[in-house]
């Protein structure tokens, strides 16, 4: 219901406002320029355009501004409270990813301006000028001034066009704190199509401990080990995974549609295998799945077999979700529940995470995240493995 209340206002208000002058835009990124730190909460709301599944996530995010940092702007960190991970950019030059549940940390180097999602904000908060001096790089950048309940606020609308892909961005921004109270963001490509939109509350400005903030970091990169991605690229994190001719690792965990424990031996050394690291609230996990129920029904007469490993979505309650998105994806092949301790053992570094093992029980291909592109490689390698004698 409050989704499609939200769906009309931003209809409404995105034809029928009157501009704001180009003194809004100013206004705005002074008023940005004088908060020195924010902290605030987020939900987050995505899905797929014309798909049934909507995935909510919630974020607490704390920002501190900071001139000398002249990658990001400051500090940034972002706790997403559904995997969970501790995202924290620091003046270092890089990106800090902290997995409590796995005890280890992880290093990025950081170039990308989105940190969550194309409506977060938190590069306009780093950059306020960008509001002005970026204004003529979009192909649709418009301002208006609008009443919500008898409240002024400002609308915010850019389009993006890249190749086929077109990106439409929309904030309504409360002009006293210059910071939105929601965004959407509508993504539109050939692959898939989607509308992430964002809910900001809970906003409070120049109440972060700065020497806090920089200890937390400090006690994590002494209490867990620290993984460096220096190049941050797939072939760098491919080279961090499991090797290829490396025993695959045991797995514990049970059948989401039975409860029954599932046997992973029962497997090893008569299948060619398909493990899909995944969970339900990432997007490139869950395009993946109609291709993977595809190709498994295509294979699995000439003893292919897939199962969807699930280390994320395990808490009491989730089942039927879970199980409500595979039907809906056409996820043919088996999800499996199990625990963080089995994407430690496989070296799962983001999702989704693929690894074929071959009738050897060993690994024979891993890939990490998702395109058509990969689909058509996994493809290839399943075909060549299920040829071998």
Known sequence: MRRSVFLLLFSALLWSCNHAPQKQLENIAMRLNSHKSVDFKAIEKFVYIGQQDTMTTHYHVW???DLSDTSLGGYARV???YRPYILIHNKLGGMYVLYPTKKRVRFYPHTDPVLITEGDWINYFFHPMDLISNSQSFNR???KDTNINHKRFILLNTLSVSGKTHTDVTYVIDPKTAFP???RTVVKQPEHSYIDQMYFNDIRFQAIDTARFNQQLHDYCQRYPVLNFAQGSVPDLLSHMLDIGEPAPP???SFYRTGLPFDFNKYLGKY???LDFWYTHCPYCVMAIPYLGKLYDQEKDRG???FGINSVDNKPGMTDAVLSLCKHRGMTYQPIRTTQTTDCNYKVLGYPTMYLIDRNGRIAYKDIGFSLAKYK????AVDSLLSMN
């Open 304 to 306: 292919f077999i897939a």
């Open 141 to 143: 950048f418009v301002v």
């Open 63 to 65: 920002l501190m501004r």
């Open 377 to 380: 490689r996994l493809k290839h």
């Open 251 to 253: 797995i514990k965990g």
């Open 272 to 274: 060619v295998i398909l």
């Open 79 to 81: 706790y997403d409270k």
């Open 181 to 183: 109270i929601m965004s």
